[in-house]
């Protein structure tokens, strides 16, 4: 099974800053990497596919980058609606389908 | 546009059953492998299972193994799973989502399972 390692668990930013988040996998998944965005009593929302595709609808400023077993997600500049909790995920080697423990982007 | 909207969630004692169901529009059911994922409260996301888009190939988490069954009806765009013995760890938020072998691209709003006594 592949371990998905996000870090930092927390990350405490004020709107308008950039935001870098990492998730680190325990052996290569190419580029089949997830990120998802998920706010407080809701569903998680894809934001990047295949590691550095935007989802439809996601703002430019959210981009992914990343092979085998280090990626990034990058926020160039935070918007209030951008506080949430963010998962990477990966379906490179399955099953199981795995996930990463999340991020909390939180307001400084 | 893509809608799934899970039904079945519910406060059921440790050792009994229960069945969610996720009705699937918006796009062509048939076509894609479709996936259970669940968050206990205050946690992650953890896989559960997933189909095939034929139904012909199913997949399950190690921690569900044996105790839950997925499976779709194609005719009636309609995704379930029922669950047995259920533990005090199965309570989580249940999520229907489409894909397993493409990403998941869209989840539903999600169903409530508490198993106490």
């Known amino acids: 099974e592949i371990v998905l390692t996000q870090s930092p668990a927390t990350l405490s930013l004020s709107p308008g800053e950039r935001a870098t988040l990492s998730c680190r996998a325990s052996?290569?998944?190419?580029?089949?990497l997830a990120w998802y965005q998920q706010k407080p009593g809701q569903a998680p929302r894809l934001l990047i596919y295949?590691?550095?595709n935007r989802a439809t609808g996601i703002p430019a400023r959210f981009s992914g980058s990343g092979s085998g077993t280090d990626f990034t997600l990058t926020i160039s500049s935070l918007e209030p609606e951008d506080f949430a909790v963010y998962y990477c995920?990966?379906?490179?080697?399955?099953?199981?389908?795995?996930f990463g423990g999340g991020t909390k982007v939180e307001i400084k | 546009e893509v809608h799934l909207l899970e039904s079945g969630g519910a406060l059921v004692q440790p050792g009994g059953s229960l069945r969610l169901s996720c009705a699937a529009s918006?796009?062509?059911?048939?076509?894609?492998?479709m996936s259970w994922v669940r968050q206990a409260p205050g946690k992650g996301l953890e896989w559960v299972s997933a189909?095939?888009?034929?139904?012909?190939?199913?997949y399950y988490a190690d921690s569900v193994k044996g105790r839950f069954t997925i499976s779709r009806d194609n005719s009636k765009n309609t995704l379930w799973l029922p669950m047995n013995s259920l533990r005090a760890e199965d309570t989580a938020v249940y999520y229907c989502?489409?894909?397993?072998?493409?990403?998941?691209?869209?989840w539903g709003q999600g169903t409530l399972v508490t198993v106490s006594s």
């Open positions: 918006g796009f062509t059911f048939s076509n894609y492998a």
């Open positions: 995920q990966q379906r490179s080697d399955r099953p199981p389908l795995t």
């Open positions: 189909v095939s888009a034929s139904g012909g190939r199913t």
């Open positions: 989502a489409k894909g397993y072998d493409s990403t998941i691209d869209s």
């Open positions: 295949d590691a550095s």
């Open positions: 052996q290569s998944v190419s580029t089949y």
